[in-house]
């Protein structure tokens, strides 16, 4: 009984386990370089990998992919760990570094100097390049591609050593220089970098490139589909050439396969870890949590759900080429999240005094809220409601336009939750002439579900009360980018002229209901008619900070 193949990987798993290759297992990795925090397009190939071993019954490794030393650090393989395992996916025993192998990677790359099929080279990167050829033109074989396989014994070892500069001389395999296949034009398999590495200190100073020890990695550890994005298409007879002449005659257990997947790209968004991390690097935002950041600790930090973004990922789908997904179907995916589960609670954003005049100066109700309509379970609270409260400066118009239902000069509103309030006086400073509050009296036989007035009102509005209510911090985010079309192009410089200078507004004066005193950091609440909000790490005691995660407007359509 094979699960249901829902997209084109699925259906090859499906296809070898039919035919019992690998003996029926189906085994996965996770790969990532710890040179950054993960992000959105992460998740992808995080709920792809660890998903399908999931389903198959089988394993998925957690490996990192720590070859180049020169980008990587403890934070980010740290930070790794914990966005896997808050995203929901467990590698049990199973998590490795491809420095474990540097040992073994060096006897494979001996093994193919002693078979004649790789060689030290000591043309210059410049060189290199020149000799590499083009699409259109073959290239042409390094005058250091005859040397022996005693020399090439000889000076590889001394590379180890470190008798050599940086970058002086290079391994490569030797393949084809005219094949048409560029990454087939013998390719450097070890470079001389002396970096200090997270994790094997100085005891290296040549470092594996990623096309070869990425496949060797996969086969030592046992992977049996090795899934990458589609850009490392053309590299996979290079992948099957170093498997095929590094293994051939070792008793593999299975032989790892690369399929390769489309990238997620989202519009507004910023993908690729080097513009992600300059946008660290050079303060465009606060880390690499800050909530604006597609990272899997922005998203957390902002208010998003591990469970909204394995729905996300499972929506998405997993496709054969390249396109872009409107980031409102993520923020659909949020929504559809806390529709249910987020309590939904008053707070004023902008706030404007109202003060009702036939209201007792002394009195304050208590007034019945349910916490969430759609899930009657959440139970009800209470809410103080008095003389003076405040509503959204937006909730009021001196000049209103037709069917304008919130309160203005003479015009009625219900205060959700409380009563119908009628506003009869706007007070205004007197030097700007900015209304700064109004005046208003209640019907007392309007009072939510007790309403004996028989009275229909069109509008509705949130409030709190100013004796009662609790300041507050709100951050209301924007896409980073204005521009939907965030075209990963690497090479694009100009990329930073199409950030959103509103993409942070604080608002340090706002107002909630008193039912969120110590609310703690990470939790989510409606805040009704606004949209959805997320308690910072940032609140004190005295002041919450809440990130909004999204607002309750959708723009996602099928
Ligand atoms: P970036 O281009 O952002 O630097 P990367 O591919 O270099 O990403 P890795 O740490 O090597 O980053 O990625 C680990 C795994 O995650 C790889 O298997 C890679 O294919 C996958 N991955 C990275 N970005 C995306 C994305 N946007 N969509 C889907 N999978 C991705
Ligand atoms: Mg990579
Ligand atoms: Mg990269």
């Given at each position: 009984n094979l699960p249901q193949p829902s997209n084109f990987i699925k259906n090859i798993v499906n296809e070898d386990l039919k035919m019992n290759k690998n003996d029926g297992r189906v085994h996965t990795r996770f790969p990532p370089e710890p040179n950054g925090y993960l992000h959105i397009g992460h998740a992808k190939s995080i709920c792809l990998n660890f998903g399908l071993a999931n389903e198959y019954g089988g394993l998925c490794n957690l490996r990192f992919?720590?070859?180049?030393?020169?980008?990587?650090?403890v934070e980010f393989v740290e930070s790794i760990q914990q966005d896997v395992k808050w995203l929901g996916f467990d590698w049990g025993d199973r998590m490795f570094y491809a420095s474990d192998y540097f040992e073994e990677l060096y006897q494979f790359a001996v093994k193919l100097i002693k078979a004649g099929k790789a060689y030290v080279c000591d043309l210059s990167p410049q060189e290199m390049k020149e000799y590499r050829g083009t699409l259109t033109e073959p290239g042409k074989e390094s005058p250091y591609r005859s040397r022996s396989v005693e020399e090439n014994l000889d000076l590889f070892e001394r590379m180890r050593k470190g008798e050599f500069p940086n970058g002086s001389r290079v391994l490569r395999a030797k393949i084809d220089m005219a094949s048409p296949n560029l990454n087939m034009r013998d390719p450097v398999l070890y470079r001389i970098m002396r970096a200090t590495h997270h994790r094997t200190g100085d005891k290296w100073c040549i470092y594996p490139m990623y096309d070869y020890a990425h496949p060797l990695s996969d086969a030592l550890e046992g992977i049996t589909h090795s899934i990458c994005t589609l850009e490392f298409e053309d590299h996979r007879p290079l992948y099957d050439w170093v498997i095929d002449n590094c293994m051939q005659d070792s008793h593999l257990e299975s032989r790892p396969q690369q399929i390769e997947f489309a990238r997620l790209n989202l519009t507004n968004t910023v993908m690729s870890k080097r513009k992600l991390r300059e946008l660290v690097e050079e303060g465009y935002v606060k880390g690499w949590d800050d909530p604006r950041m597609p990272t899997i600790s922005g998203l957390r930090r902002r208010g998003y759900t591990p469970e909204a973004i394995r729905d996300f990922c499972d929506r998405i789908g997993v496709a054969k080429s390249n396109s872009t997904v409107d980031i409102a179907l993520l923020e659909h995916c949020i929504r559809e999240d806390l529709n249910s589960k987020a309590p939904r609670v008053m707070a004023v954003l902008r706030p404007l005094k109202v003060v009702?005049?036939?209201?007792?100066?002394n009195l304050v109700e208590e007034m019945e809220a349910e916490n969430n309509p759609e899930n009657p379970e959440m139970g009800t609270r209470k809410i103080p409601f008095s003389r003076v409260i405040y509503i959204e400066q937006?909730?009021?118009?001196?000049n209103p336009p037709k069917?304008?239902?919130?309160?203005?000069?003479?015009q009625e509103v219900r205060l959700k939750h409380a009563y119908v309030i009628k506003c009869e006086e706007v007070i205004k400073d007197e030097k700007t002439g900015e209304v700064i509050e109004l005046r208003c009296t209640y019907d007392p036989t309007t009072k939510s579900g007790a309403d004996t007035s028989g009275r229909k009102v069109k509008g509705t509005l949130h409030w709190v009360s100013a004796a009662n209510a609790l300041k507050a911090e709100v951050r209301l985010y924007e896409h980073l980018l204005l521009e939907d079309d965030a075209e990963e192009d690497e090479e694009n410089t100009d990329w930073k002229a199409k950030l959103n200078p509103n993409s942070l507004v604080t608002l340090n004066n706002c107002l909630v209901e008193p039912s969120l005193v110590g609310a703690a950091p990470g939790s989510r609440y409606q805040f009704m008619r606004q949209g959805y909000f997320c308690v910072d790490p940032d609140s004190t005691e005295g002041k919450l900070v809440f990130n909004r995660i999204v607002g309750l407007r959708d723009s996602w359509s099928k």
């Open positions: 992919d720590d070859t180049n030393p020169s980008k990587e650090e009702i005049t036939n209201y007792s100066e937006e909730d009021f118009m001196e069917k304008y239902f919130r309160l203005a000069p003479g």
